[in-house]
């Protein structure tokens, strides 16, 4: 955290990681480096961890709320069963992350970017998605009911199983990713960019009988 007098250069500069209690609120975090923490259960309101980096460690069952993640990049970091609530993830970047079981409400996601990684389970309903980007992630029975990904990018995911009733994908790049149990019927899909295999898997949801010869 910072204290008084101590320059932002400074506070960029520390290393060793900041030793939470039970609860941590309104502390500054800005810069630290959170490699190899193992944080459990722990609550965290209002804390500023713009800039953070972590590589490994896990957070399980921690509560998060109106805390910033601003420019924030995970790598191989565990985060699993956590909530966060009002989180401020723009520009966060989570690689090759493991968030299984996570749920959040009413963050903000503008140009969070995820690449590889379980996101199986984890809750993201109504989130506004539009400018987010996934690829290579495992996205199992993920909760993305009423989501609006409209332009946004979800290539070479696994979406099988995720409930997407009332997801706006309007645009969305999906191509790559396993859509089998999308019902095109209660998604916006319109303009969603597909292969030729998905396009195939769509029209077989929506009750046309597809033939590959001219019989």
């Known amino acids: ?85 009002g989180c401020d993830l723009a520009a966060a970047t989570f690689t090759d992350c493991k968030l299984v079981g996570s749920r959040f409400e009413r963050c903000r996601y503008d140009r969070l970017t995820v690449q590889g990684g379980d996101w199986s389970f984890t809750g993201l309903p109504r989130a506004d998605l539009r400018r987010a980007r996934f690829t290579g992630v495992r996205m199992r029975e993920a909760d993305l009911s009423g989501a609006r990904l409209v332009g ?27 859509l089998a149990g999308l019902d095109p019927l209660s998604t916006t899909i319109t303009g969603a960019v597909v292969d030729v295999q998905q396009a195939l898997v769509l029209a077989v949801a929506l009750g046309l009988d597809v033939r590959t010869d001219e019989r």
């Open 1 to 85: 955290m910072r204290t008084a007098g101590m320059s932002r250069s400074y506070v960029a500069r520390m290393t060793e990681p900041p030793e939470p209690g039970p609860q941590v609120r309104q502390q500054d975090w800005e810069g630290h480096d959170l490699s190899d923490t193992r944080w459990e259960s722990v609550e965290l309101v209002d804390v500023d961890l713009t800039d953070v980096t972590a590589t490994g460690g896990s957070w399980v069952g921690c509560t998060l709320r109106d805390c910033r993640f601003t420019g924030a990049a995970f790598t191989r970091t565990a985060l699993t069963g956590c909530t966060f609530t």
């Open 152 to 178: 946004a990018s979800v290539r070479d995911s696994d979406l099988s199983a995720a409930l997407l009733h009332g997801t706006d994908l309007t645009r969305c790049d999906l191509r790559g990713t396993d």
